[in-house]
C-alpha cells in the first residue's frame, strides 16, 4: 500500500479538523481581549499562508520595490550649513537672522582666523618670553600666506579686515594709508613691538627704506608729510584715536632683536620684559581707544593673585579679521586689479576659502614635532571642511559593520542538523535590512528630507543593529514551530506568534523617533525622521518579504539540501534514527516538583497493514480559540513524534549504551529556565544617582553702544568749539581759523532742519550738540549721524554700528566757505544698527542659557520703551534652542510614555501589562540619564534624542517577555521561568546584534560620535539587556497579570479514561478514514505525579486504579513531551 504522502502534497487550503475534545475544554478568560487578538492573529496567519505560497512573486516584487525606493539616493542632499543644520525654521532666531540679511545682505559680518597655543605639558605656564616667541614664529608665518587665483597673487593685506580707513582728498596719500593701514588682528603680541611684524602693509616715500609698521612713527611721518599735503585733519584723526609712537613705542619681547627701534621702553636696557606684566589688562592695537583687547580675547585658563594680577595662563589666542566674501566683492569691484577677470562675489568666496585653508596648513607646521607649544588653528572654513568630511559615508566602516553582522547571523544560525541550519536565512535577513536601511533613506531623499553627519556616521549602523532583531525573532520562532504543522501553514504559524511583538517594537521605535523630532534642531530632526522611516522600512521588509525568505528555506530543508550549499543534497538526509521507548520505572523523578497534567491530541494517521504510526499533534488554535503566542518557543507549541506504538520485540528494547552528559543540551533556554531565573527570582534592588555641576558665569561688564561713541564725538567737537568761539578763532561769519573740530560743530549748530530755511547763525550760541540730560537735539540727530560717519571712522568701526540705510558720505573742508559746504544731509531714519557685547566664562549649556536669558530680559525691556531689539552672535545662533529644550525633552518623553502605554495596551490587550512596561521604560530612560551624568556627558540636544529614543528601542527588551509571561499559565513564578527561558535566547542575540551594529561607531575618527553615540548608545542597550532578562521578570513575578487563559479538562465518552486503560488496554476512538487510508485518532492522556500540584493547574481525581501500560509511557517520557522539561502549560 503506498505510504504517506509528503506534506508539500496536502492540499493548500487544508485545516486540521476540530477535535470532539474540543468541547471538552472548559475555559475561563476575557473574551474580549481573547477576541481580538484571535482575530488579529488570523490576519497574521492568512497574511503569512499567502506569502508562503506565492514566496517567489512577493520575494521578487518586494526586492523590487525596496530597489526603486533605494535608487532615491542619487537625490540625496547633503546638508553643512551649520545654520540650516542648527536653526529651527520659524523660529525665533530664524526670523531674526533673516531681517538681518534683508537688512546687511549675506554674510556682511568679518570672518575670523584663530590661532591658540597651549603647552604640551598640560597646565603649564604660556606668559614666557619662548612661548610668546613660538607664538610669534607661528602667527607671522601664516600672516604671510599668498595664494595665487585668477592670475592675481592675494595675501593678508588684500583680504584682512581694516577698521575705519579714513577718507583724505589727496588721492596719493589716501592710496598710500590705505596700503599702510594695519589689519585687525586681536593678538597678546599687540602688548609688544613684535605685534608690529604680522601687519603686513608697507609703503614708499622716496629718499627714506619701505615704511612697515616695524620702523613707522605716524607722529614722525605726519611731519615729513606735511609739506607736500594738508593733513590736519588726518592729525587730528590720530591724536583723537590715541595712536601716538604706535608699535615702535612698545617694549621689545626679545630686545637683542636687531631691528628693536630706538624708541622702545627696554631697547637700552636689554632686559627682557615681565610677559604677565604686559597683559594685565589687555592689549591695544594701533589705536589705544579703539582698539582694546580683552584678557579673554587673547587669554584662556588665567590664574590671578588675590590682588587680581595676572599670574600665569595656560593659552594664547590670536584672531585675524578678514572681510566677509560680500565685503571683498565691493572692496575690489571696479578696481583695475580686477576688472580683467569678471569680479565676483562667488570668486571673492573661493578667494578667502583658499587662504583660509592655506593659513591652516602653515600655521600647524610652523614648529617643529619637538617643540614644548603646540598650535592650533581654525577658521570658518576649517568648520565647513570638517562637516564636509563629517558628513561623507564612510565605505569601508559601513561595509565593515555590514559584513561583521552578516558573519554573525551566519555563525549563530548555523547548526550541525541540516535541517535545522538557518545560515542562509541569516545572510539574506542582513542583506534585506540592509536594502531597507537604503530604501528607508532613498525615500527621505526623495521626500526632501536633506541629509547631515547623523545620517552618514550613525543611522545606518544603528538602524542595522535595530533591524536584524526582528529577524533573529522571527528565525527562531520559525525553527521551533510544531513539527506536525502542515507545510502551508508553517509561515502562517510563525507570524501568527511573532507578528504582534515585531509589530510592538516596530511601531514603539517609529513613535519613539517621531517624537525625537519634537526638539527644535533641524539636524537632530531630520535625523529623527529618517530613523523613524528607516524602522517603518524595516518593519515591511520583515513582514512582508523575509517571509518569503523563509518559505524558499523551508522548501530548501523539505528537499533536504545543504545550507548556505543548497545545491547539493544533504548527507544526513537518508540517516534513520529508531527512537526506542523507555521505561517510566528506568527514570528517577526529581522529588519536590509540581504536580503535573497534560492534555495530548493527536492526528494519528496509519496505514491498515502497518504496525506503524504517524503522529501529528497540530496547533490548538485549531481546536479552541484561545489567543496563540507570538513568541519563538517549543514551549507554547504542541508537541509531534513519531512513535511505535505497538509492542516490539524483546531485543529492541535494549538499554541505551550511554549516559548522555549533562552539558551537552545545554542552551540560551537551559541556561534561562535552570540556572537565571533561580538566581533571579530572588528579590534584590539597585539605585542609581547623577550629579549635575554648574559653572556660573562671571560678572560682566556693560558694553558700549554706537550711541555712547556719536554722542562722546559731539561732546567732543562742542567741546572744541567752545574753546575756539571764546578764543575768537570762530566767529559768527568765519570758521576758517578755527580748528577741524570746531569747524565741525560751527556747521552742525546752525543747521535748522528745515528745507525751506536750512541755516540759523543765531543758534550759534543758543544751542548745544548735547545737552545738560545727555540728549541730542532731535532735528540735528540724523544730520550729526551723517557728519559722524564720515568724520570719524575709527570710532564708528569701534563701535560696529552696521547702519541701515547707510548714511551718505559728505567731506569736510575747513577752507570752503560756500553755502554748498555749510548744508549738510541728512541721513535716512535708520531701520537696523547693533553694537557688541562680550561675553565671557560660558563653557557648559548652563552658562550658556543663563546668558542668552539675560539678554533677551534686556530686549523685552527696550522693547516695552519702544525699541525693538534682539541678540545675535553664536551663542544665540547655537544655544537658543536649549531655553525649551527641559520642555522638549519632558513633553517627548511623557507623550512618547503615553503612546507606548496605548500600544502595548492595544496589541496586548492588556492594560496591566502596559504599566509594567512603560514603568521599566521609564526607569531606563532616567538610569540612563544619570549614568550619562557619571560619563560626564551634560544633557544637550543629541543626548536629548537618544533618551527620547532609549523608550522605544527599550521596548525590544522589554515587550518579548511580558507577552510571554501573558500568555502562560500557572503561577507568576512559573509563568516568569517559562517567559525567560523561551525569550533569553531571541533577546540577547537582539542585544548582541545592537551592539555590534554600534561597534563600528566606536571606530569613528570623530571623539564627537564616539561620546554622544557609542558610548550612550552601548550603555542603552546594556540598560535594555538588564531591565529586560533581569528587573521586569522580578517586577512580573511579584505585580504580574493573571493568566489570560485558565484551562480545565474533564473526560469525555469519547475520549480514553485512565480506567478504561487498565482493563481493556489502550482503545483508540476512531473517525472516518481519511483518503488513501489514513485514519485520524484522537486520544487524550493524562499523566499525575504525586508531588505537590502547581498553583493554578487542574488535579484530576484520584483513582485506585491509575496504573498504566507500558505502551502508554514514551509518550511521557519523550524529549518532546512537556512532562521531560518540567511544567509550563500554554494557552494554546
Same mark, same amino acid.
Not at 559593520?401 to 541540516?418: E, I, N, P
Not at 548527507?571 to 527512537?579: H, L
Given at each position: 500500500?503506498?505510504?504517506?504522502?509528503?506534506?508539500?502534497?496536502?492540499?493548500?487550503?487544508?485545516?486540521?479538523?476540530?477535535?470532539?475534545?474540543?468541547?471538552?475544554?472548559?475555559?475561563?478568560?476575557?473574551?474580549?481581549?481573547?477576541?481580538?487578538?484571535?482575530?488579529?492573529?488570523?490576519?497574521?496567519?492568512?497574511?503569512?499562508?499567502?506569502?508562503?505560497?506565492?514566496?517567489?512573486?512577493?520575494?521578487?516584487?518586494?526586492?523590487?520595490?525596496?530597489?526603486?525606493?533605494?535608487?532615491?539616493?542619487?537625490?540625496?542632499?547633503?546638508?553643512?550649513?551649520?545654520?540650516?543644520?542648527?536653526?529651527?525654521?520659524?523660529?525665533?532666531?530664524?526670523?531674526?537672522?533673516?531681517?538681518?540679511?534683508?537688512?546687511?545682505?549675506?554674510?556682511?559680518?568679518?570672518?575670523?582666523?584663530?590661532?591658540?597655543?597651549?603647552?604640551?605639558?598640560?597646565?603649564?605656564?604660556?606668559?614666557?618670553?619662548?612661548?610668546?616667541?613660538?607664538?610669534?614664529?607661528?602667527?607671522?608665518?601664516?600672516?604671510?600666506?599668498?595664494?595665487?587665483?585668477?592670475?592675481?597673487?592675494? #595675501?593678508?593685506?588684500?583680504?584682512?579686515?581694516?577698521?575705519?580707513?579714513?577718507?583724505?582728498?589727496?588721492?596719493?596719500?589716501?592710496?598710500?594709508?590705505?596700503?599702510?593701514?594695519?589689519?585687525?588682528?586681536?593678538?597678546?603680541?599687540?602688548?609688544?613691538?613684535?605685534?608690529?611684524? &604680522?601687519?603686513?602693509?608697507?609703503?614708499?616715500?622716496?629718499?627714506?627704506?619701505?615704511?612697515?609698521?616695524?620702523?613707522?612713527?605716524?607722529?614722525?611721518?605726519?611731519?615729513?608729510?606735511?609739506?607736500?599735503?594738508?593733513?590736519?585733519?588726518?592729525?587730528?584723526?590720530?591724536?583723537?584715536?590715541?595712536?601716538?609712537?604706535?608699535?615702535?613705542?612698545?617694549?621689545?619681547?626679545?630686545?637683542?632683536?636687531?631691528?628693536?627701534?630706538?624708541?622702545?621702553?627696554?631697547?637700552?636696557?636689554?632686559?627682557?620684559?615681565?610677559?604677565?606684566?604686559?597683559?594685565? +589688562?589687555?592689549?591695544?592695537?594701533?589705536?589705544?581707544?579703539?582698539?582694546?583687547?580683552?584678557?579673554?580675547?587673547?587669554?584662556?585658563?588665567?590664574?590671578?593673585?588675590?590682588?587680581?594680577?595676572?599670574?600665569?595662563?595656560?593659552?594664547?589666542?590670536?584672531?585675524?579679521?578678514?572681510?566677509?566674501?560680500?565685503?571683498?566683492?565691493?572692496?575690489?569691484?571696479?578696481?583695475?586689479?580686477?576688472? #580683467?577677470?569678471?569680479?565676483?562675489?562667488?570668486?571673492?568666496?573661493?578667494?578667502?576659502?583658499?587662504?583660509?585653508?592655506?593659513?591652516?596648513?602653515?600655521?600647524?607646521?610652523?614648529?617643529?614635532?619637538?617643540?614644548?607649544?603646540?598650535?592650533?588653528?581654525?577658521?570658518?572654513?576649517?568648520?565647513?571642511?570638517?562637516?564636509?568630511?563629517?558628513?561623507?559615508?564612510?565605505?569601508?566602516?559601513?561595509?565593515?559593520?555590514?559584513?561583521?553582522?552578516?558573519?554573525?547571523?551566519?555563525?549563530?544560525?548555523?547548526?550541525?542538523?541540516?535541517?535545522?541550519?538557518?545560515?542562509?536565512?541569516?545572510?539574506?535577513?542582513?542583506?534585506?535590512?540592509?536594502?531597507?536601511?537604503?530604501?528607508?533613506?532613498?525615500?527621505?531623499?526623495?521626500?526632501?528630507?536633506?541629509?547631515?553627519?547623523?545620517?552618514?556616521?550613525?543611522?545606518?549602523?544603528?538602524?542595522?543593529?535595530?533591524?536584524?532583531?526582528?529577524?533573529?525573532?522571527?528565525?527562531?520562532?520559525?525553527?521551533?514551530?510544531?513539527?506536525?504543522?502542515?507545510?502551508?501553514?508553517?509561515?502562517?504559524?510563525?507570524?501568527?506568534?511573532?507578528?504582534?511583538?515585531?509589530?510592538?517594537?516596530?511601531?514603539?521605535?517609529?513613535?519613539?523617533?517621531?517624537?525625537?523630532?519634537?526638539?527644535?534642531?533641524?539636524?537632530?530632526?531630520?535625523?529623527?525622521?529618517?530613523?523613524?522611516?528607516?524602522?517603518?522600512?524595516?518593519?515591511?521588509?520583515?513582514?512582508?518579504?523575509?517571509?518569503?525568505?523563509?518559505?524558499?528555506?523551508?522548501?530548501?530543508?523539505?528537499?533536504?539540501?545543504?545550507?548556505?550549499?543548497?545545491?547539493?543534497?544533504?548527507?544526513?538526509?537518508?540517516?534513520?534514527?529508531?527512537?526506542?521507548?523507555?521505561?517510566?520505572?528506568?527514570?528517577?523523578?526529581?522529588? +519536590?516538583?509540581?504536580?503535573?497534567?497534560?492534555?495530548?491530541?493527536?492526528?494519528?494517521?496509519?496505514?491498515?497493514?502497518?504496525?506503524?504510526?504517524?503522529?501529528?499533534?497540530?496547533?490548538?488554535?485549531?481546536?479552541?480559540?484561545?489567543?496563540?503566542?507570538?513568541?519563538?518557543?517549543?514551549?507554547?507549541?504542541?508537541?509531534?513524534?513519531?512513535?511505535?506504538?505497538?509492542?516490539?520485540?524483546?531485543?529492541?528494547?535494549?538499554?541505551?549504551?550511554?549516559?548522555?552528559?549533562?552539558?551537552?543540551?545545554?542552551?540560551?533556554?537551559?541556561?534561562?529556565?535552570?540556572?537565571?531565573?533561580?538566581?533571579?527570582?530572588?528579590?534584590?534592588?539597585?539605585?542609581?544617582?547623577?550629579?549635575?555641576?554648574?559653572?556660573?558665569?562671571?560678572?560682566?561688564?556693560?558694553?558700549?553702544?554706537?550711541?555712547?561713541?556719536?554722542?562722546?564725538?559731539?561732546?567732543?567737537?562742542?567741546?572744541?568749539?567752545?574753546?575756539?568761539?571764546?578764543?575768537?578763532?570762530?566767529?559768527?561769519?568765519?570758521?576758517?581759523?578755527?580748528?577741524?573740530? +570746531?569747524?565741525?560743530?560751527?556747521?552742525?549748530?546752525?543747521?535748522?532742519?528745515?528745507?525751506?530755511?536750512?541755516?540759523?547763525?543765531?543758534?550759534?550760541?543758543?544751542?548745544?550738540?548735547?545737552?545738560?540730560?545727555?540728549?541730542?537735539?532731535?532735528?540735528?540727530?540724523?544730520?550729526?549721524?551723517?557728519?559722524?560717519?564720515?568724520?570719524?571712522?575709527?570710532?564708528?568701526?569701534?563701535?560696529?554700528?552696521?547702519?541701515?540705510?547707510?548714511?551718505?558720505?559728505?567731506?569736510?573742508?575747513?577752507?570752503?566757505?560756500?553755502?554748498?559746504?555749510?548744508?549738510?544731509?541728512?541721513?535716512?531714519?535708520?531701520?537696523?544698527?547693533?553694537?557688541?557685547? $562680550?561675553?565671557?566664562?560660558?563653557?557648559?549649556?548652563?552658562?550658556?542659557?543663563?546668558?542668552?536669558?539675560?539678554?533677551?530680559?534686556?530686549?523685552?525691556?527696550?522693547?516695552?520703551?519702544?525699541?525693538?531689539?534682539?541678540?545675535?552672535?553664536?551663542?544665540?545662533?547655537?544655544?537658543?534652542?536649549?531655553?525649551?529644550?527641559?520642555?522638549?525633552?519632558?513633553?517627548?518623553?511623557?507623550?512618547?510614555?503615553?503612546?507606548?502605554?496605548?500600544?502595548?495596551?492595544? &496589541?496586548?490587550?492588556?492594560?496591566?501589562?502596559?504599566?509594567?512596561?512603560?514603568?521599566?521604560?521609564?526607569?531606563?530612560?532616567?538610569? $540612563?540619564?544619570?549614568?550619562?551624568?557619571?560619563?560626564?556627558?551634560?544633557?544637550?540636544?543629541?543626548?536629548?534624542?537618544?533618551?527620547?529614543?532609549?523608550?522605544?528601542?527599550?521596548?525590544?527588551?522589554?515587550?518579548?517577555?511580558?507577552?510571554?509571561?501573558?500568555?502562560?499559565?500557572?503561577?507568576?513564578?512559573?509563568?516568569?521561568?517559562?517567559?525567560?527561558?523561551?525569550?533569553?535566547?531571541?533577546?540577547?542575540?537582539?542585544?548582541?546584534?545592537?551592539?555590534?551594529? &554600534?561597534?563600528?561607531?566606536?571606530?569613528?575618527?570623530?571623539?564627537?560620535?564616539?561620546?554622544?553615540?557609542?558610548?550612550?548608545?552601548?550603555?542603552?542597550?546594556?540598560?535594555?539587556?538588564?531591565?529586560?532578562?533581569?528587573?521586569?521578570?522580578?517586577?512580573?513575578?511579584?505585580?504580574?497579570?493573571?493568566?489570560?487563559?485558565?484551562?480545565?479538562?474533564?473526560?469525555?465518552?469519547?475520549?480514553?479514561?485512565?480506567?478504561?486503560?487498565?482493563?481493556?488496554?489502550?482503545?483508540?476512538?476512531?473517525?472516518?478514514?481519511?483518503?488513501?487510508?489514513?485514519?485520524?485518532?484522537?486520544?487524550?492522556?493524562?499523566?499525575?505525579?504525586?508531588?505537590?500540584?502547581?498553583?493554578?493547574?487542574?488535579?484530576?481525581?484520584?483513582?485506585?486504579?491509575?496504573?498504566?501500560?507500558?505502551?502508554?509511557?514514551?509518550?511521557?517520557?519523550?524529549?518532546?513531551?512537556?512532562?521531560?522539561?518540567?511544567?509550563?502549560?500554554?494557552?494554546?
Amino acid at each position: 500500500m503506498a505510504g504517506p504522502p509528503p506534506l508539500r502534497e496536502l492540499p493548500p487550503d487544508y485545516m486540521p479538523p476540530d477535535s470532539p475534545a474540543a468541547s471538552q475544554i472548559l475555559t475561563v478568560s476575557l473574551k474580549a481581549p481573547l477576541w481580538l487578538r484571535a482575530y488579529f492573529q488570523r490576519l497574521l496567519f492568512s497574511l503569512g499562508c499567502s506569502i508562503q505560497r506565492h514566496c517567489g512573486k512577493v520575494l521578487f516584487l518586494g526586492l523590487l520595490a525596496f530597489g526603486a525606493l533605494a535608487l532615491g539616493l542619487r537625490v540625496a542632499i547633503i546638508e553643512t550649513d551649520l545654520e540650516q543644520l542648527w536653526v529651527e525654521v520659524g523660529s525665533r532666531v530664524s526670523q531674526e537672522l533673516h531681517y538681518t540679511k534683508e537688512k546687511l545682505g549675506e554674510e556682511a559680518a568679518y570672518t575670523s582666523q584663530m590661532l591658540i597655543q597651549t603647552a604640551r605639558q598640560e597646565g603649564k605656564n604660556v606668559l614666557t618670553s619662548e612661548a610668546l616667541g613660538l607664538h610669534l614664529q607661528a602667527a607671522f608665518t601664516a600672516s604671510k600666506v599668498q595664494v595665487s587665483l585668477y592670475g592675481k597673487s592675494w #595675501d593678508l593685506n588684500k583680504i584682512c579686515y581694516k577698521s575705519g580707513v579714513p577718507l583724505i582728498e589727496n588721492g596719493m596719500i589716501e592710496r598710500m594709508i590705505e596700503k599702510l593701514f594695519p589689519c585687525v588682528i586681536l593678538t597678546p603680541l599687540d602688548c609688544f613691538w613684535e605685534g608690529a611684524k &604680522l601687519q603686513g602693509g608697507s609703503a614708499y616715500l622716496p629718499g627714506r627704506p619701505d615704511i612697515q609698521w616695524t620702523n613707522l612713527n605716524p607722529e614722525q611721518l605726519l611731519e615729513e608729510l606735511g609739506p607736500f599735503a594738508s593733513l590736519e585733519g588726518f592729525r587730528e584723526l590720530l591724536d583723537k584715536a590715541q595712536v601716538g609712537q604706535a608699535y615702535v613705542g612698545r617694549p621689545c619681547l626679545d630686545p637683542d632683536d636687531l631691528q628693536c627701534p630706538p624708541t622702545a621702553p627696554n631697547h637700552r636696557s636689554r632686559q627682557a620684559p615681565n610677559v604677565a606684566q604686559e597683559l594685565s +589688562g589687555g592689549c591695544h592695537g594701533f589705536s589705544h581707544k579703539f582698539m582694546h583687547w580683552q584678557e579673554e580675547l587673547l587669554l584662556g585658563g588665567m590664574a590671578r593673585d588675590p590682588r587680581g594680577q595676572l599670574l600665569r595662563a595656560e593659552a594664547l589666542q590670536s584672531t585675524f579679521l578678514l572681510m566677509s566674501p560680500h565685503q571683498l566683492y565691493e572692496h575690489f569691484r571696479g578696481d583695475y586689479q580686477t576688472h #580683467d577677470i569678471g569680479w565676483s562675489e562667488e570668486q571673492a568666496g573661493i578667494v578667502l576659502q583658499a587662504w583660509q585653508r592655506r593659513f591652516v596648513q602653515l600655521a600647524q607646521e610652523a614648529l617643529p614635532e619637538n617643540s614644548s607649544q603646540q598650535i592650533y588653528a581654525f577658521s570658518s572654513t576649517t568648520l565647513e571642511d570638517i562637516l564636509h568630511a563629517f558628513s561623507e559615508v564612510s565605505a569601508s566602516r559601513v561595509v565593515g559593520g555590514y559584513l561583521l553582522m552578516l558573519a554573525y547571523a551566519c555563525v549563530t544560525m548555523l547548526r550541525w542538523d541540516c535541517a535545522q541550519s538557518q545560515g542562509t536565512v541569516g545572510l539574506a535577513g542582513v542583506l534585506l535590512v540592509a536594502l531597507a536601511v537604503a530604501s528607508g533613506l532613498g525615500l527621505c531623499a526623495m521626500l526632501g528630507i536633506a541629509f547631515n553627519a547623523a545620517t552618514t556616521q550613525v543611522l545606518p549602523f544603528l538602524a542595522l543593529g535595530i533591524g536584524v532583531d526582528d529577524i533573529f525573532l522571527m528565525a527562531h520562532a520559525f525553527t521551533k514551530a510544531p513539527p506536525g504543522t502542515p507545510l502551508q501553514e508553517r509561515m502562517g504559524e510563525c507570524l501568527q506568534r511573532t507578528g504582534t511583538s515585531v509589530a510592538l517594537t516596530s511601531i514603539n521605535n517609529m513613535v519613539a523617533f517621531f517624537m525625537a523630532a519634537l526638539v527644535p534642531i533641524p539636524a537632530l530632526r531630520a535625523f529623527s525622521l529618517q530613523a523613524a522611516v528607516v524602522v517603518g522600512c524595516n518593519f515591511t521588509a520583515v513582514m512582508l518579504i523575509f517571509p518569503a525568505i523563509l518559505s524558499l528555506d523551508l522548501h530548501r530543508r523539505h528537499c533536504q539540501r545543504l545550507d548556505v550549499l543548497c545545491c547539493f543534497s544533504s548527507p544526513c538526509s537518508a540517516r534513520v534514527i529508531q527512537i526506542l521507548p523507555q521505561e517510566l520505572g528506568n527514570r528517577t523523578l526529581p522529588v +519536590g516538583i509540581a504536580h503535573l497534567t497534560t492534555t495530548v491530541q493527536a492526528f494519528t494517521h496509519c496505514e491498515a497493514s502497518s504496525q506503524h504510526v504517524v503522529t501529528i499533534l497540530p496547533p490548538q488554535a485549531h481546536l479552541v480559540p484561545p489567543p496563540s503566542d507570538p513568541l519563538a518557543s517549543e514551549l507554547f507549541s504542541p508537541r509531534g513524534s513519531t512513535r511505535d506504538l505497538l509492542d516490539q520485540e524483546e531485543g529492541s528494547r535494549q538499554k541505551p549504551a550511554f549516559k548522555s552528559l549533562p552539558c551537552a543540551c545545554w542552551n540560551l533556554a537551559h541556561f534561562a529556565r535552570y540556572r537565571f531565573a533561580p538566581l533571579l527570582l530572588q528579590s534584590h534592588a539597585k539605585r542609581f544617582s547623577s550629579l549635575k555641576a554648574v559653572l556660573p558665569p562671571p560678572a560682566t561688564h556693560t558694553p558700549r553702544t554706537w550711541l555712547h561713541y556719536y554722542r562722546n564725538w559731539l561732546q567732543g567737537i562742542q567741546a572744541a568749539f567752545d574753546q575756539d568761539w571764546a578764543s575768537g578763532r570762530i566767529t559768527r561769519h568765519s570758521y576758517r581759523n578755527g580748528s577741524e573740530d +570746531g569747524a565741525l560743530a560751527y556747521k552742525l549748530l546752525i543747521q535748522t532742519g528745515n528745507a525751506q530755511e536750512p541755516l540759523d547763525f543765531s543758534q550759534l550760541t543758543t544751542r548745544k550738540l548735547v545737552d545738560k540730560e545727555g540728549l541730542i537735539p532731535p532735528e540735528l540727530f540724523y544730520m550729526g549721524l551723517t557728519v559722524w560717519v564720515s568724520s570719524d571712522p575709527l570710532g564708528l568701526a569701534a563701535s560696529q554700528a552696521n547702519f541701515y540705510p547707510p548714511p551718505p558720505e559728505w567731506l569736510h573742508n575747513r577752507f570752503d566757505t560756500t553755502g554748498e559746504n555749510l548744508h549738510i544731509p541728512a541721513a535716512q531714519p535708520l531701520e537696523f544698527a547693533q553694537f557688541p557685547f $562680550l561675553l565671557h566664562g560660558l563653557q557648559e549649556t548652563a552658562d550658556f542659557v543663563e546668558a542668552i536669558e539675560g539678554a533677551r530680559a534686556a530686549c523685552a525691556e527696550a522693547g516695552q520703551a519702544g525699541v525693538r531689539a534682539y541678540p545675535s552672535g553664536s551663542p544665540f545662533l547655537f544655544w537658543e534652542q536649549y531655553l525649551d529644550l527641559w520642555r522638549c525633552f519632558l513633553l517627548a518623553v511623557c507623550i512618547l510614555l503615553v503612546c507606548t502605554f496605548l500600544v502595548c495596551a492595544l &496589541l496586548l490587550l492588556s492594560p496591566w501589562t502596559a504599566v509594567l512596561i512603560v514603568l521599566v521604560l521609564a526607569m531606563m530612560t532616567v538610569e $540612563l540619564f544619570g549614568i550619562m551624568g557619571f560619563l560626564g556627558i551634560k544633557l544637550s540636544a543629541i543626548p536629548v534624542v537618544i533618551l527620547v529614543a532609549s523608550v522605544g528601542i527599550g521596548v525590544e527588551f522589554t515587550v518579548h517577555v511580558a507577552l510571554g509571561f501573558l500568555t502562560t499559565q500557572g503561577s507568576r513564578n512559573l509563568r516568569a521561568v517559562c517567559a525567560l527561558e523561551h525569550t533569553f535566547a531571541p533577546v540577547t542575540d537582539g542585544a548582541v546584534s545592537t551592539l555590534l551594529g &554600534l561597534l563600528m561607531l566606536a571606530g569613528s575618527n570623530f571623539d564627537f560620535i564616539v561620546r554622544y553615540f557609542f558610548m550612550v548608545l552601548t550603555v542603552l542597550t546594556l540598560l535594555g539587556l538588564l531591565h529586560g532578562l533581569v528587573l521586569l521578570p522580578v517586577l512580573l513575578s511579584i505585580l504580574g497579570p493573571p493568566p489570560e487563559v485558565v484551562q480545565m479538562y474533564k473526560e469525555s465518552p469519547q475520549v480514553l479514561s485512565p480506567a478504561a486503560a487498565q482493563d481493556s488496554g489502550l482503545r483508540w476512538g476512531l473517525s472516518p478514514s481519511l483518503p488513501q487510508s489514513y485514519t485520524r485518532v484522537t486520544t487524550s492522556m493524562t499523566v499525575a505525579f504525586h508531588p505537590p500540584p502547581l498553583p493554578g493547574a487542574y488535579v484530576h481525581a484520584a483513582s485506585d486504579e491509575s496504573t498504566w501500560s507500558s505502551v502508554a509511557t514514551p509518550a511521557a517520557n519523550t524529549a518532546g513531551n512537556p512532562s521531560s522539561r518540567g511544567p509550563c502549560p500554554a494557552t494554546e
